[in-house]
């Protein structure tokens, strides 16, 4: 079972916790146990956990700059006439995915931890991300 689900974000670091879309998508989807892969689609968004609170919506991306800031030169920019090769950077580190195993049709999460997309991109961006269930066998 695959869903993909839409999430407008800002850029720079700006995330949405997608959450209760993943675990209504499992709850939905029929499967007792197993996991589900939270994918994102393009190569400036991130997919983690995190505890979605206000200081480290704050702390995430000002880290992540100081790791891969904007104003340095990337050699990406030379490629295609743009400037998101900071947000490339940011996005490879933190990674496209995550497999978060599911049990009674419930996501096996930490009481403070969600699941999040992060837009590392120098733009607004609509993010597209891919929702499968991976059963047990």
């Given amino acids: 079972m695959i869903k993909e689900i839409e999430v407008e974000l800002d850029g720079f ?3 949405a916790d997608i ?3 993943v675990e209504n998508f499992v709850k ?3 499967v007792e146990s197993g996991a589900v ?3 994102s689609i393009g190569s400036t968004g991130a997919v983690t956990t995190i505890e979605y609170e206000p200081g480290l919506k704050k702390d995430l991306p000002r880290i992540m700059e100081k790791i891969a800031p904007y104003g340095e030169h990337y050699e ?3 490629t295609w ?3 998101n090769g900071s947000g490339h950077v940011k996005a ?3 990674g496209p995915s995550v497999v978060i195993p599911f049990h009674n049709r419930r996501l096996i999460l930490g009481t403070w931890q969600q699941v ?3 837009n590392f991109d120098t733009r607004r961006r609509k993010r597209r991300v891919l929702l499968q269930i991976l059963r047990s066998c």
Wanted: hydrophobic residues 40%.
């Fill in 92 to 94: 490879s580190i933190i």
């Fill in 28 to 30: 939905e989807s029929g």
């Fill in 76 to 78: 990406h920019h030379k």
């Fill in 81 to 83: 006439g743009d400037d």
């Fill in 37 to 39: 892969l939270v994918f």
């Fill in 19 to 21: 959450t209760n879309e």
């Fill in 13 to 15: 670091g700006d995330m």
């Fill in 116 to 118: 999040v997309i992060i």
